[in-house]
């Protein structure tokens, strides 16, 4: 059984084999938790410490690709100031996990060269420069969030200049 103090109520022992199991979800509560088992049989009864660690399972590997539909892993991508229809597209391959995958800016980067669309990851070409777009996937109950980082450089427009020395122009 359990002794009635420290983290008990989060807890019960099978009697029978002595498997401890939850009784609440820790899957947003990782810590240490104390409890103390009662072991008996027809001459004692023994008080058994235990401490139960609880953390979260390690984050999906996110990955930015090239688009939707490769299989090739970016970490970079640079793009033409006059570029349209300019996306970007971070996924776990194979996962069950079907929490969405959203986009932003990285803290502190410069909002002048893009704006980046939190649900798609279209990308609205503002002026030349380079950013980092960070993608984001909340984990499974249990689970770490997952995180990708993406360098986007955005190249200013190539400017022709036409010299001559002829006054009539």
């Known amino acids: 059984g359990l002794k009635a103090i420290d983290d008990h109520s989060f807890f ?36 058994i410490p235990v401490t139960i660690s609880v953390g979260l399972s390690p984050a999906e590997n996110l990955k930015f690709y090239e688009n939707s539909t490769s299989n ?43 704006d980046i669309n939190p649900n798609s990851g279209a990308v609205t070409i503002k002026g030349a420069g380079t950013v980092t777009i960070v993608a984001t996937k909340k984990g499974a109950s249990g689970q770490a969030d997952a995180t990708a980082e ?16 002829d006054s009539t122009l």
Do not use: C, M
């Not at 899957?27 to 008080?47: A, F, L």
């Not at 970007?88 to 069950?96: I, P």
């Open 12 to 47: 019960s022992v099978n009697a029978s084999t002595g498997e401890i199991r939850t009784t609440a979800d820790l899957s947003t509560n990782t810590g240490t938790y104390h409890i103390t088992v009662t072991v008996s049989d027809k001459w004692s009864t023994k008080e």
């Open 72 to 114: 090739t892993v970016i970490n970079a991508k640079t793009v033409n100031f006059t570029d349209t229809n300019v996306s970007v597209f971070a996924s776990v391959k194979g996962s069950t996990n079907t929490n969405p995958v959203t986009y932003s800016l990285k803290a502190g980067e410069p909002t002048n060269v893009i």
């Open 150 to 165: 993406l360098s986007f450089t955005v190249k200013p427009v190539a400017q022709n200049f036409i010299y001559t020395t």
